[in-house]
């Protein structure tokens, strides 16, 4: 006949209630960060954009869309009072400001190291541009820090913040303290993309500089 043993199930509740108490470890950011670029190949968002000074005033707001196709294009959309449009078609990078009517053409591959975006197209090679660590938790967001290990690089430190799976916050400080604070909503993950959003075709009358393509310039 088995004996019933009052130890253990003194032991047994013991452990149930620490159980209890004891609320699931959230996931890290890293964690988070490899989970929410898994399977990532185009995304979609809506965002709300400041730029911080750094004594905390803030220098300017604006709202837009983003739109990404792995593993190198991407596509931003600035409204507001100076519209501006930032498109990366796998080779240039190519910033129409509206209100100048100019439009500055860069090499992207001697930019795409650096763009905020290419840490989602990438995530397994951060370590090779970032001394990367986790930075707590603030407003329920898990967060990564990211301090570029390039001296040259246009961003010093670079803040991810995640919530269940999910990128919300990206705060990029550049070498004089200026942060630059991007809040995404309404983000989809692999949303179908019109291959038109990828490519730009310099308005007429606009100004180009930079390093413009051969045949950019028309006629």
């Not at 309404?186 to 949303?191: F, S």
Request: proline residues 6%.
């Amino acid at each position: 006949m088995l004996r019933f043993n009052p130890m253990a199930r003194l032991l047994a509740v013991l452990c149930l209630a620490v159980a209890a108490a004891s609320p699931a470890q959230e996931p890290s950011a890293r964690q988070q960060l490899e989970r929410f670029t898994a399977g990532l190949e185009t995304l979609h968002a809506q965002f709300d954009q400041q730029v911080i000074s750094t004594d905390g005033t803030v220098q300017d707001s604006s709202s837009g869309e983003v739109w990404l196709s792995r593993p190198q294009r991407f596509r931003w959309a600035y409204g507001g009072d100076f519209p501006e449009l930032v498109v990366a078609d796998g080779s240039h990078i190519w910033i129409y400001d509206e209100a100048l009517e100019q439009v500055t053409v860069r090499d992207q591959s001697l930019d795409a190291p650096d763009s905020p975006l290419a840490l989602l197209t990438d995530p397994g090679r951060l370590e090779e541009q970032f001394e990367v660590r986790e930075a707590g938790e603030a407003s329920d967001l898990q967060l990564l820090e990211l301090r570029s290990l390039d001296r040259e690089s246009q961003f010093e430190r670079i803040l991810l913040g995640l919530r269940a799976d999910r990128l919300e916050l990206m705060v990029m400080e550049d070498a004089f303290g200026l942060r630059t604070e991007l809040r995404f909503r309404d983000l989809r993950r692999n949303p179908q993309l019109d291959e038109s959003l990828f490519r730009f075709q310099p308005p007429p009358g606009v100004d180009l500089i930079g390093d413009v393509p051969e045949g950019s310039r028309g006629p």
